[in-house]
């Protein structure tokens, strides 16, 4: 397949995605798009959508996403019931992406991401846009084998586990994440971003989780550049840590 192998579109309801081996060949797709619409006056908005079971892979060039959830025009209605559940999903930027995004529970995937392109900002989950009455359940998983090869001495950049990015309800527990990466080829590059769970937006409970803080590569030792390695980051929203 190329940019799309699969797309749900528009008001689509009551779909199940299962058991599927799914290849891109391109470097800006996604393997797996949901895609809410607006076209004047209306919403068209899709419905208990459930992906569960598949192997996933979209690391062509350095913009291949897993799964995503991203709308076309701006609806006014937001996705409910989508389930993404016990998929394996490889990406190059992103695992799995939210732009529009409603109700969502993802858990008991496994997630990489392997970003060998510079000047990028990578997440193995990014909720970038929600409703913000949305509940986002992530539980369960497991994001292992976070790269990045950010090669620039200016930007934000890095890779991050799981990144509330925008106002809704996250209930955030149960999951491992693991070794980030990092193989810079610059002596002194911009690596801002290098964090398990971050957070800048929304109501946010993270309970149980277990973040692994491995050595990096890069040396910061006399860095000019920022330099920001957390296992949890909160610059916004309202947090509750309990027992991570």
Do not use: H
Request: proline share 3%; charged share 10%.
């Amino acid at each position: 397949g190329n940019t799309n192998p699969i797309r749900i579109w528009g008001n689509s309801n009551d779909i199940t995605v299962k058991n599927l081996n799914v290849v891109t060949g391109q470097s800006v797709s996604y393997a797996i798009l949901i895609t809410p619409r607006f076209f004047t006056p209306d919403n068209f908005i899709p419905d208990n959508i459930t992906v569960e079971n598949c192997y996933i892979t979209n690391t062509f060039g350095s913009a291949g996403q897993g799964i995503g959830v991203s709308l076309s025009g701006a609806p006014t209605q937001y996705p409910n019931g989508i389930i993404i559940r016990n998929n394996y999903i490889r990406g190059r930027t992103r695992g799995i992406f939210l732009n529009g995004g409603g109700n969502t529970d993802i858990y008991g995937n496994i997630i990489t991401v392997n970003q060998t392109g510079t000047g990028s900002l990578s997440q193995g989950i990014y909720a970038l846009a929600l409703g913000a009455s949305s509940v986002i359940n992530i539980y369960n998983n497991a994001i292992d084998t976070l790269l990045t090869t950010q090669g620039t001495t200016s930007g934000s950049f890095g890779v991050v586990g799981i990144l509330c990015g925008a106002s809704a309800t996250y209930n955030i527990y149960n999951n491992m994440i693991a070794n980030i990466f990092t193989a810079t080829v610059l002596v002194d590059a911009n690596l801002q971003n290098l964090f398990g769970i971050q957070v800048s937006a929304g109501t946010v409970n993270i309970y149980y989780n277990t973040i692994k803080m491995n050595d990096l590569a890069y040396d910061p030792t006399g860095s000019t550049r920022p330099q920001t390695y957390a296992g949890i980051r909160m610059s916004a929203g309202t947090v509750t840590l309990k027992n991570n």
